[in-house]
């Protein structure tokens, strides 16, 4: 089955210690992302990525890494997080091609760092 | 940033009626799509439509984007009690497309009365 899958689904963490949150791809889709959804704000971007190397920030990058060693794989790192950092996360992926750029999502991340 | 823009923000139907939601983008744009979203998971996609395009159907879903005004609807006849979600317009300007290049709305939060 097609999927993207999202590790923890729910995490609470205090200020301060690091995190990751997995990301993993079976389509062998070239573009992932990192979403974040707060609120009243709608979904975010944070990173997304074209290819194995190559990362670029999106909207909202401040406080966040990424890394794409792997083709499947796209996680995102939080060095120290802060509770402003507190939100809905998702991760998409899908392909390159102009006419088929249609979003698979995750089932989100929702973290709380108190 | 955000270029989709849903209208309207809430909006609560009988079963059996039929909803409609649209979509105003502000750039040029290669297609637009529209996902789902059921409380807390992950978008869904429903349907894309390219900028060459004036209407498609899926099933009960017709959308129809007029890039003259920049703007999009999505219709669902004969509205069920599942369609209860919340709604967003994205829009892939991007060269490549794909994750990167897709920018959402705030979305429409659809409730359907049985």
């Known amino acids: 089955e097609a999927q993207v899958t999202q590790n923890p689904r729910y995490l609470i963490t205090v200020t301060g210690k690091k995190l990751t949150v997995t990301c993993s791809q079976n389509?062998?889709?070239?573009?992932m992302s990192w979403y974040r959804q707060d609120p009243g704000l709608g979904l975010r971007q944070i990173y997304y990525?074209?290819?194995?190397?190559?990362?670029d920030k999106g909207d909202v990058p401040e406080g966040y890494k990424v890394s794409r060693k792997e083709k499947r794989n796209f996680p995102l790192i939080l060095e120290s997080p802060s509770p402003n950092q507190t939100s809905l996360y998702f991760c998409?992926?899908?392909?390159?091609?102009?006419?088929?750029?249609?979003?698979?999502f995750g089932q989100g991340t929702r973290l709380t760092v108190v | 940033s955000q270029q989709g823009e849903e209208d309207p923000q809430a909006l609560s139907i009988q079963e059996g009626e039929n909803a409609t939601m649209n979509c105003s983008y502000k750039?040029?744009?290669?297609?637009l799509q529209w996902y789902r979203q059921n409380s807390g998971r992950g978008l869904v996609h429903l349907i894309l439509?390219?900028?060459?395009?004036r209407e498609k159907h899926s099933g009960r879903l017709r959308v129809t984007l007029d890039t003259s005004k920049k703007s999009s609807s999505l219709l669902i006849t004969a509205s069920r009690a599942a369609d209860t979600a919340s709604y967003f317009c994205?829009?892939?300007?991007?060269?490549?497309?794909?994750?990167?290049?897709?920018?959402f709305g705030k979305g429409t939060h659809l409730i359907i009365q049985p």
């Open positions: 998409a992926s899908s392909w390159k091609e102009v006419d088929r750029t249609e979003a698979f």
């Open positions: 389509m062998n889709h070239e573009y």
């Open positions: 990525s074209m290819n194995v190397e190559v990362t």
């Open positions: 750039t040029s744009i290669n297609n």
């Open positions: 439509i390219r900028s060459n395009e």
């Open positions: 994205a829009t892939d300007a991007g060269s490549g497309g794909g994750a990167d290049g897709l920018t």
